[in-house]
């Protein structure tokens, strides 16, 4: 019954800037970390973000500087602000959570369907 629904994707010029939102509902007890992937045409999904349940953050390397994860636990949504876009960030991007459910006394993976972003040179 869980669903993460991301938004925010789009075609943007290089230098530019995108935040991308991914909400998760249904029956939702507590989530524990959220992350960003992507994976570009060709090459394997990396992990871009995570942010764990207290608010602690990871990067990749490449997108250091540049990306912020954030979250609204009010809201069940994790955001990921991307600034000073390159072509290489070209990619679908996607969110996952770890979710906590009624029927569950641990945690499961979720994951949205991803969204496109393209950044042109």
């Known amino acids: 019954q869980v669903q993460l629904v991301e938004s925010g994707g789009g075609l943007v010029q290089a230098g530019g800037s995108l935040r991308l939102s991914c909400a998760a509902s249904g029956r939702i007890l507590s989530i524990n970390a959220m992350y960003w992937h992507r994976q570009a045409p060709g090459k394997q999904r990396e992990l871009v973000a995570r942010i764990s349940s207290g608010g602690i953050t990871n990067y990749a390397d490449s997108v250091k500087g540049r990306f912020t994860i954030s979250r609204d636990n009010a809201k069940n949504t994790v955001y990921l602000q991307m600034n000073s876009l390159k072509p290489e960030d070209t990619a679908v991007y996607y969110c996952?959570?770890?979710?906590?459910?009624?029927?569950?006394?641990?945690?499961?993976?979720?994951w949205g369907q991803g969204t496109q972003v393209t950044v042109s040179s």
């Open positions: 996952a959570a770890e979710i906590r459910t009624p029927v569950k006394t641990w945690y499961e993976d979720y």
